[in-house]
């Protein structure tokens, strides 16, 4: 269990992200968007994209870990997800819900009371996760996506 110093750490990471992703991509040209991050690895479109609907995730699954009793985490293919017709749209959209997500997120983890971080629920790939999984891992999550993104942008040059 983290401690409370080390969680707020991590909840202010949290609200960060957003801001740091569109420092990140907010001058790329759509060519530079649809770059992959890696030999085969997705866009960065893809990634923009890929982040709230993550996070989405994550946020349902932090709601219901807190408001049931060891709730079911549902996993998603988000291989499938980033196939969709929508990462093809202009990441603005996707900014802006992340943006508004993380607003939400953080203030909901903000007011849970001490005892509720150790509450948990069960993940099929993963098994039980709590509240301090789960921040642990999308934080880790965002940091790794934007890292990607900075390493491709100091690679190329832009």
Excluded: C
């Excluded at 269990?1 to 609200?15: E, F, N, V, Y």
């Amino acid at each position: 269990m983290l401690s409370k110093a080390q969680r707020l750490d991590q909840i202010d990471r949290l609200a960060q992200l957003p801001d740091a992703l569109e420092l990140a991509v907010g001058d790329l040209t759509d060519a530079q968007l649809d770059t992959p991050y890696r030999e085969g690895g997705w866009t960065v479109r893809q990634v923009v994209h890929h982040l709230p609907d993550s996070h989405m995730n994550a946020y349902i699954r932090s709601k219901l870990v807190f408001t049931e009793d060891h709730p079911a985490l549902k996993p998603y293919d988000q291989d499938a997800w980033s196939a969709l017709a929508d990462v093809r749209l202009p990441i603005g959209p996707s900014l802006a819900l992340l943006r508004g997500l993380h607003q939400r997120w953080v203030e909901f983890l903000r007011s849970l009371p001490e005892a509720a971080w150790s509450r948990r629920g069960y993940h099929p790939e993963h098994g039980d996760m709590t509240l301090d999984d789960i921040l642990g891992s999308y934080v880790h999550h965002g940091d790794t996506h934007l890292g990607q993104i900075e390493s491709l942008r100091t690679k190329m040059r832009w």
